[in-house]
């Protein structure tokens, strides 16, 4: 049988990894973006398009985790720079795409990232990598949970 204490101790250790880790990840993110020449936002932008092209702006708003009028000014940054183009698609449906400058530009960029992210995730012991998907996801049904909880109390 568990103790108690060494389980509340457990529990408070493995909360601030997860807060160190969200906010070193975030470090590592920022001081990449910086050292390729990007902003936050543009390296965001970039790297959701280079994943998936052509996304509507309500979509790369999820994928890039920026709120709407952030990316509309980052997105116009970027379309001045020539490296992406939107399409309208109707009143309020458009399009982001890569042009062939903003292609050039992710596969300079991007897609050494994503590997680097490939590499570090391919370093992990087999027994994490069999167990952090699953791990993930319910500390974050979880926080959810817990997060929604708060926001009813509060009444929003």
């Known amino acids: 049988m568990e103790d ?16 160190v880790f969200y906010e070193r990840a975030n470090e590592l993110y920022h001081d990449v973006a ?14 959701a398009l280079y ?5 509507r702006q309500s979509e790369l708003c999820k994928t890039s985790m920026m709120p709407k009028q ?25 399009r982001v795409f890569l042009t062939p400058a903003g292609s050039e530009c992710a596969n300079k960029t991007i897609a050494p990232v ?20 699953e791990t993930l996801d319910s500390y974050l049904d979880a926080l959810d949970r817990g997060f929604r909880a708060l926001r009813e109390e509060q009444g929003h």
Do not use: C, H, W
């Open 51 to 55: 994943s998936e092209d052509g996304q």
């Open 114 to 133: 994503m590997q680097a992210e490939v590499d570090a995730v391919t370093a992990l012991p087999r027994e994490v990598l069999e167990l952090l998907p």
């Open 70 to 94: 952030t990316l509309a000014s980052s997105v116009r940054k970027l379309e001045e720079q020539g490296l992406v183009r939107v399409k309208n698609e109707g009143r309020k449906v458009s």
């Open 4 to 19: 108690k204490s060494s389980r509340e101790d457990l529990v408070s250790k493995a909360a601030y990894a997860m807060n």
């Open 34 to 47: 910086r050292s390729l020449g990007l902003s936050d936002s543009a390296f965001d932008i970039l790297y």
